[in-house]
């Protein structure tokens, strides 16, 4: 695995000809920022849906992946110690959006953030674990990403026509809107 990722993203980008987004769910948005500091020339941005990358260096909580990730621990083929680059809740060499919900029921909400930056974000919404693959808002957020000009990223804008703006929950029990 360690070669194999890099080397198809690598092959996908020179097929298109441009950098490649990965959008990577759970440990998969763990994967994608490991590539993305891995092969940085090859990965135009980073959407990580309820991913639990900034576990490593913090304690596990009581949550069931806290539970499953600390019995398996010895298992696992990606462990959660900082990379190269550092840790991986540090802002990547490429744009990132961090999606995270308080309600996901599986990972600990607080590990699925990043660092906020110029090109890293964080976007909270209302979805189970399992249920961000078809929710209305990651939807949303993942295509509003991956809509974007290559090189004029900017940070998520959350919909307020229609009565969108319910689908998105304040940050940090903030006022709604509120970056982090």
């Known amino acids: 695995v360690n070669a194999e990722l890099p080397a198809l993203v690598a092959r996908l980008a020179a097929e298109h000809g441009t950098p490649v987004s990965i959008v990577g769910w759970s440990l998969g948005g763990i994967f994608a920022r490991r590539l993305a500091r891995r092969t940085p020339r090859q990965v135009r941005q980073v959407?990580?849906?309820?991913?639990?990358?900034?576990?490593?260096?913090?304690?596990?909580?009581?949550?069931?992946?806290?539970?499953?990730?600390?019995?398996?621990?010895?298992l696992h083929l990606v462990d959660s110690t900082p990379t190269r680059g550092g840790s991986l809740a540090r802002g990547?060499?490429?744009?990132?959006?961090?999606?995270?919900?308080?309600?996901?029921?599986?990972?600990?909400?607080?590990a699925c953030r990043q660092?906020?930056?110029?090109?890293?974000?964080?976007?909270?919404?209302?979805?189970?674990?399992l249920g961000m693959g078809?929710?209305?808002?990651?939807?949303?957020?993942?295509?509003?990403?991956?809509?974007?000009?290559?090189?004029?990223?900017?940070p998520f804008q959350r919909p307020t026509r229609f009565g969108l703006a319910t689908l998105f929950p304040a940050e940090d029990g903030g006022p709604a809107g509120r970056r982090s």
């Not at 990547?92 to 607080?110: E, F, I, M, N, Q």
């Not at 660092?115 to 674990?129: C, F, I, K, L, Y």
């Open 47 to 74: 959407i990580s849906l309820g991913s639990p990358f900034s576990v490593s260096g913090r304690h596990l909580d009581g949550s069931p992946a806290g539970r499953v990730h600390q019995r398996y621990s010895p």
């Open 92 to 110: 990547l060499p490429v744009p990132s959006t961090a999606v995270y919900s308080r309600w996901d029921g599986v990972v600990d909400w607080r």
């Open 115 to 129: 660092q906020p930056g110029p090109t890293s974000e964080n976007v909270a919404v209302r979805s189970s674990h």
């Open 134 to 154: 078809h929710d209305p808002a990651v939807l949303w957020v993942v295509a509003d990403r991956l809509a974007q000009p290559r090189d004029a990223w900017r």
